[in-house]
């Protein structure tokens, strides 16, 4: 056996000197590395085993399909045999790599230590020598009876509550996990973490690169028939890889017991977000200028209506005219009432480009009218997939048919597309990221890559959606006070399935009208104006929207969140944190849950005092904002202005036993 290594690293133990003054060095806590053939044991300071750092990788690879299978065919992980491991020494610190292959995927796992930064990095890289629908692949790393203590994953409230397995890490947050004094922080490529028991009733901790059911996609198996028949749907969910493409997925795993920062997914003092994605069947310009601000005609833009009290939805329109619709983009007083309306921070996108079958012709045509009329929005919803072929969820994502519209759609800018999918969460519940049960998966805004088209394209998202098409009488209920300081408390997020826009005289539609004929209004098409307990619901909606509730369009909420959950702290030897932006990101907020930060202490950005935002949990906000690939640097001061060390230092001690060594 070669003589042990001893690496001194930066814990995340958070043993922060006490505000009074410094306290008195401690001596380092030595954690051992044992590396052997078949496992690399992370032992703690006491010598109990936390954590083998080997893993079992598991994967469901199949070929690149052409159409969708009609149902889910049962999900069949098989296991990728890892060679003996391989030890580098890199810079002062050190590499442990495995390597396996399967089905034309090549896996290498690497597990370094390097000077400068806390902990251990975690990355697999893939690499696909031939053409792949990857349904499955899974890192699973066994617990020892110390890190299985207290183990529990952060849910998608941001609560790191031990909870009986399995529990699920996903959904729009940070993926973390506590195992006894160990945290796993996931980063890029990293879908979900899992605390799951295995077939012999160990806990374990898995690592998602990907899985089908986290962006489930399932297309319409045919289309033109009639509106309302009832069309069965597809199963189309996995991954494609193409040949010669690569994956990559990185994790760090952190040495002690941290209190924790954390990046929201909302800017500073945002708690949670409601986005109205409306529809354009029931639109005309005097609907929308009604519903944007009170009356149509309005003299007065500001103070009613949904705009008017300056709140923003994603409104998406036809952009070519089609029998038994009101004209919209074709039209020039609605165009205009479009410009109006994105100046004030709505999003104008697609409800397919008409409300009937467009051949791709047509749509390309369309799509060009669109962005020449200014606008710039990201959406497309489509509209009755089982008619529209054109739709993403009928043959549009389909390379084989004479509809394939996605091509189209990409290069013209549109990334968030509607899954065609109404989801519910629980009774009551605005929540698409419903917290409870912590077993369950909710993939509210997903990377869309099933197809070559979708995987090229690389910034593709599908999004699902709760349908708040209801009477107005029901639509005040759902939005309660109740359920919007729920929304709020679960750091919630809802996309709502609306016509906000309603308004009809008689017919089985007429219930549901948010809008009202103005009195003595005459003709085909009469002055309209919201009916008062809508606009009393707006006013609540813009009152909460000056505290913790973001009222927005879907491109900038998903903007802000792919930006935000990009983010990456890295823990510095030093004792501070260094945060990393890929993309740019305006008001990123990092959150000190309650405990963090102790009695009169200071966060410094860059060496500067930082403003903090405290809520009435106790919680610490701090907000930033950073240009893609810049850094800043966090640390802590005390009362007095010295120094505090957010992590206290420990040793790593590295134990190879007969592992192979790179020359």
């Known amino acids: 056996m070669s003589a042990p290594r001893a690496v001194t690293l930066a814990l995340v133990a958070l043993a922060l000197c006490p505000a009074t003054g410094q306290a008195a060095p401690e001596p380092r806590p030595s954690y051992r590395l044992r590396l052997a053939e078949e496992s690399l044991w992370l032992h703690g300071p006491g010598g109990e085993p936390l954590l083998d750092l080997r893993p079992e990788l598991a994967v469901a690879l199949e070929p690149a399909r052409t159409r969708p299978l009609p149902r889910r065919a049962p999900l069949r992980l098989e296991r990728v045999t890892l060679a003996s491991p391989v030890l580098e020494r890199e810079r ?6 495995y390597a396996g292959e399967h089905a034309g995927a090549r896996y290498q796992l690497a597990i370094r230590a390097r000077p400068g930064t806390a902990g251990l990095e975690l990355e697999l890289e893939v690499h696909y020598a031939l053409e792949r629908a990857v349904r499955a692949e899974v890192l699973r790393f066994a617990l020892g009876a110390r890190g299985a203590e207290g183990a529990a994953v952060l849910d998608r409230a941001y609560r790191l509550e031990p909870r009986p397995p399995p529990v699920i890490s996903d959904g729009l947050a940070p993926r973390l996990a506590r195992l006894g004094p160990l945290v796993l922080y996931g980063g890029e490529g990293i879908q979900a973490l899992w605390l799951r028991r295995g077939e012999r009733g160990a806990l374990g901790l898995e690592l998602e690169l990907d899985h089908e059911a986290n962006h489930p996609f399932r297309p319409h198996l045919r289309c033109g028939a009639d509106p309302a028949a009832r069309v069965a749907r597809g199963e189309l969910s996995a991954t494609y ?11 760090r795993l952190l040495l002690g017991e ?15 977000a409601l986005v109205f994605t409306d529809h354009a069947d029931q639109s005309s310009r005097a609907k929308l200028e009604a519903l944007a601000f009170g009356e149509t005609g309005a003299s007065a833009r500001a103070g009613r209506g949904l705009v008017g009290r300056g709140l923003a939805f994603t409104k998406t329109v036809f952009a070519g005219a089609a029998k038994g619709y009101e004209p919209q983009l074709d039209d020039a007083g609605y165009r205009a009432l ?13 409800h397919s ?9 047509r749509t390309r045509a369309l799509l060009g009218s669109f962005r020449a009329a200014g606008l710039s929005g990201r959406t497309w919803i489509d509209h009755q997939p089982v008619t529209n072929c054109e739709a993403i969820s009928a043959q549009g994502w389909d390379p084989r048919s004479a509809f394939h519209t996605l091509p189209l759609l990409a290069a013209a800018g549109f990334t968030l597309l509607w899954s065609a999918e109404d989801v519910v969460p629980p009774a009551g519940s605005l929540n698409l990221l419903a917290p409870e049960p912590r077993g369950e998966r909710r993939p509210a805004l997903a990377r869309f890559a099933p197809t070559p088209a979708a995987a090229a394209a690389g910034n593709l998202r599908l999004f699902t959606t709760l349908r708040l098409f209801v009477t ?6 759902r939005l309660s006070e109740s359920s919007l300081a729920a929304l709020e408390r679960e750091r919630g997020l809802c996309l709502a399935h609306t016509y906000l826009d309603t308004w009809r005289a008689g017919g089985r539609l007429a219930p549901r009208s948010l809008l009202a004929r103005v009195p003595g209004s005459r003709g085909r098409e009469p002055r309209l104006r919201l009916r008062p307990e809508i606009d009393a619901l707006f006013a609540r909606l813009a009152a909460r929207a000056a505290g913790g509730l973001w009222v927005a369009s879907l491109a900038e909420v998903a903007a802000h969140l792919e930006a935000a959950l990009a983010v990456e702290l890295v823990p510095e030897s030093s004792g501070g944190y260094r945060v990393r932006a890929p993309r740019g990101v305006t008001g990123l907020a990092l959150i000190a849950p309650t405990g ?14 930082a403003p903090l935002l405290r809520a009435a949990s106790g919680e610490h906000e701090l907000a930033l904002t950073l240009a893609a690939g810049r850094e800043a640097r966090l640390s802590l001061q005390d009362s007095r202005g010295r120094p505090l060390r957010f ?17």
Do not use: H, M, N, Y
Request: proline letters at 12%; charged letters at 30%.
């Open 472 to 477: 107005p009488r029901e639509l005040v209920r």
């Open 258 to 272: 941290p209190r924790l920062l954390l990046p929201a997914r909302f800017p500073r003092g945002r708690r949670a």
């Open 353 to 361: 480009a008409t409300g009937a079958s467009d051949p791709p012709e």
């Open 596 to 609: 963090t930060l102790p009695p009169g202490a200071r966060l410094l950005v860059d060496g500067r005092p």
């Open 241 to 251: 890889r193409a040949a010669g493409s690569r994956a990559r997925a990185r994790a």
């Open 338 to 350: 479009l410009a109006e309306l994105a100046r004030g921070g709505v999003e104008v996108g697609l």
């Open 647 to 663: 992590f206290a230092e420990a040793e790593l001690v590295l134990e190879p036993q007969g592992s192979r060594r790179k020359p």
């Open 92 to 97: 002062g610190g050190f590499a442990i790599r």
